[in-house]
């Protein structure tokens, strides 16, 4: 349909010249004169070029796309070179480059900056260098570059999008935060570390070059006795604690707000070496069993590039089967809104919990509800750590737990 409605209205601009051309030309035959005859005369070659136009092949427009930001963080800023090639050095007057999305976020910044219009003339190859700012977090894909072109009085106006697709990625922000364990635990002992891996002595998985410092009872004294030389018992390391990020997708002005926080939490995990699992709850369940190499963390931030809010039903309906597969003994719950039967779910589900934090997202310098305090009382009654947080105080996140 709309292609048949674009077929017309350029048929239509076409009709229109002809008509200008007829009517200046009769004009000038019936008047005679020098006047009517110069108006024919000077609406001539505007007319032949809007027709000529009218003929010339978009197809023989050929486009390429450089990115050149490798990687984009929320908020910040896209720049891409255009490069436009034709065969047929047709004049073009003025044309009006703009990329083309099906991203709602993304469409909206472009509408608002991203057109420029250029005067090509007879060059053959011609580039458009462009930047756009405050790039939203998401997976945006690039469909093609529109172009239009038109003639000097817009009698005669062609479009086309010219294919062209490519991924945007734009991960969400991450800050810096010092890791430290909620509780560790190794065997029957626990320990508030600043670590959360330890030494299994009572199983050698191999053995190493000797260096100072290395306790007499790890030498490899069979190793010594064939070759001479020091040798050290290398042990595996056990974790001295499981971890269990959960966070839930419910629609909220502060969703963008728990993302970053989020992926600040992963990033710093896996920056001190040590490992979590993560559970993403909305209309599907992400789950990602382990998190520890930057490989894993790739993958959890592509996650968390693309999330939406679309939890659409309560969280504690939706993860009551989830919960009950959960083995870990600290859990770390991230939430927009934390509600009593949430709070009761994972009392009731989670088995061997030994600590749970609670992370609710807010603005900052936002008054906590009377609902809220006492939904947080009811948590810490529980033995829940409960925690309101914003971008002002993440780094805070581990090093300031308390129940207050």
């Given at each position: 349909?709309?292609?048949?409605?674009?077929?017309?209205?350029?048929?239509?601009?076409?009709?229109?010249?002809?008509?200008?051309?007829?009517?200046?030309?009769?004009?000038?035959?019936?008047?005679?004169?020098?006047?009517?005859?110069?108006?024919?005369?000077?609406?001539?070659?505007?007319?032949?070029?809007?027709?000529?136009?009218?003929?010339?092949?978009?197809?023989?427009?050929?486009?390429?796309?450089?990115?050149?930001?490798?990687?984009?963080?929320?908020?910040?800023?896209?720049?891409?070179t255009i490069d436009i090639r034709r065969?047929?050095?047709?004049?073009?007057?003025?044309?009006?480059?703009?990329?083309?999305?099906?991203?709602?976020?993304?469409?909206?910044?472009?509408?608002?900056?991203?057109?420029?219009?250029?005067?090509?003339?007879?060059?053959?190859?011609?580039?458009?260098?462009?930047?756009?700012?405050?790039?939203?977090?998401?997976?945006?894909?690039?469909?093609?570059?529109?172009?239009?072109?038109?003639?000097?009085?817009?009698?005669?106006?062609?479009?086309?999008?010219?294919?062209?697709?490519?991924?945007?990625?734009?991960?969400?922000?991450?800050?810096?935060?010092?890791?430290?364990?909620?509780?560790?635990?190794?065997?029957?002992?626990?320990?508030?570390a600043p670590f959360t891996l330890v030494?299994?002595?009572?199983?050698?998985?191999?053995?190493?070059?000797?260096?100072?410092?290395?306790?007499?009872?790890?030498?490899?004294?069979?190793?010594?006795?064939?070759?001479?030389?020091?040798?050290?018992?290398?042990?595996?390391?056990?974790?001295?604690?499981?971890?269990?990020?959960?966070?839930?997708?419910?629609?909220?002005?502060?969703?963008?707000?728990?993302?970053?926080?989020?992926?600040?939490?992963?990033?710093?995990?896996?920056?001190?070496?040590?490992?979590?699992?993560?559970?993403?709850?909305?209309?599907?369940?992400?789950?990602?069993?382990?998190?520890?190499?930057?490989?894993?963390?790739?993958?959890?931030?592509?996650?968390?590039?693309?999330?939406?809010?679309?939890?659409?039903?309560?969280?504690?309906?939706?993860?009551?089967?989830?919960?009950?597969?959960?083995?870990?003994?600290?859990?770390?719950?991230?939430?927009?809104?934390?509600?009593?039967?949430?709070?009761?779910?994972?009392?009731?589900?989670?088995?061997?919990?030994?600590?749970?934090?609670?992370?609710?997202?807010?603005?900052?310098?936002?008054?906590?509800?009377?609902?809220?305090?006492?939904?947080?009382?009811?948590?810490?009654?529980?033995?829940?750590?409960?925690?309101?947080?914003?971008?002002?105080?993440?780094?805070?996140?581990?090093?300031?737990?308390?129940?207050?």
């Amino acid at each position: 349909m709309s292609q048949a409605k674009h077929f017309l209205d350029l048929w239509g601009r076409l009709v229109f010249v002809l008509v200008i051309l007829i009517l200046t030309f009769s004009f000038a035959m019936f008047q005679g004169g020098f006047v009517s005859w110069f108006i024919f005369y000077m609406a001539l070659p505007f007319a032949l070029y809007s027709l000529l136009l009218t003929f010339y092949p978009l197809q023989d427009i050929q486009v390429t796309r450089k990115i050149h930001t490798a990687q984009i963080r929320k908020g910040g800023n896209f720049s891409a070179t255009i490069d436009i090639r034709r065969s047929f050095p047709f004049p073009l007057l003025y044309t009006v480059l703009s990329e083309k999305t099906q991203s709602t976020a993304l469409k909206k910044r472009i509408e608002v900056e991203r057109k420029d219009m250029l005067v090509p003339g007879f060059r053959k190859s011609y580039s458009w260098t462009y930047e756009i700012e405050n790039m939203p977090r998401g997976e945006h894909v690039l469909e093609g570059i529109q172009i239009e072109i038109g003639d000097f009085f817009g009698w005669v106006k062609k479009s086309k999008l010219l294919p062209l697709r490519q991924v945007v990625l734009v991960y969400p922000n991450a800050v810096e935060i010092a890791y430290r364990p909620m509780e560790s635990r190794y065997d029957q002992g626990a320990m508030a570390a600043p670590f959360t891996l330890v030494k299994d002595t009572t199983t050698a998985a191999g053995i190493r070059d000797y260096s100072p410092g290395d306790r007499v009872s790890w030498i490899h004294w069979k190793s010594f006795a064939r070759t001479q030389t020091m040798r050290t018992k290398e042990f595996e390391d056990r974790q001295s604690q499981d971890l269990f990020l959960l966070d839930d997708r419910l629609p909220s002005d502060r969703f963008e707000t728990q993302v970053e926080l989020v992926a600040s939490i992963l990033q710093s995990i896996v920056r001190s070496h040590s490992n979590v699992a993560y559970l993403s709850i909305g209309k599907t369940h992400d789950y990602f069993p382990v998190i520890q190499t930057e490989e894993h963390l790739q993958r959890a931030m592509y996650h968390l590039t693309k999330v939406q809010a679309d939890l659409e039903k309560p969280v504690e309906e939706v993860a009551a089967q989830d919960l009950l597969q959960v083995k870990a003994s600290s859990l770390l719950y991230v939430t927009s809104r934390l509600t009593m039967d949430m709070v009761s779910s994972i009392q009731r589900n989670v088995k061997h919990l030994n600590t749970c934090m609670c992370l609710v997202v807010a603005d900052k310098g936002e008054k906590i509800s009377a609902e809220d305090e006492v939904t947080h009382q009811f948590a810490r009654s529980k033995g829940f750590i409960v925690k309101r947080i914003g971008p002002e105080n993440f780094s805070s996140v581990f090093t300031e737990v308390s129940r207050k």
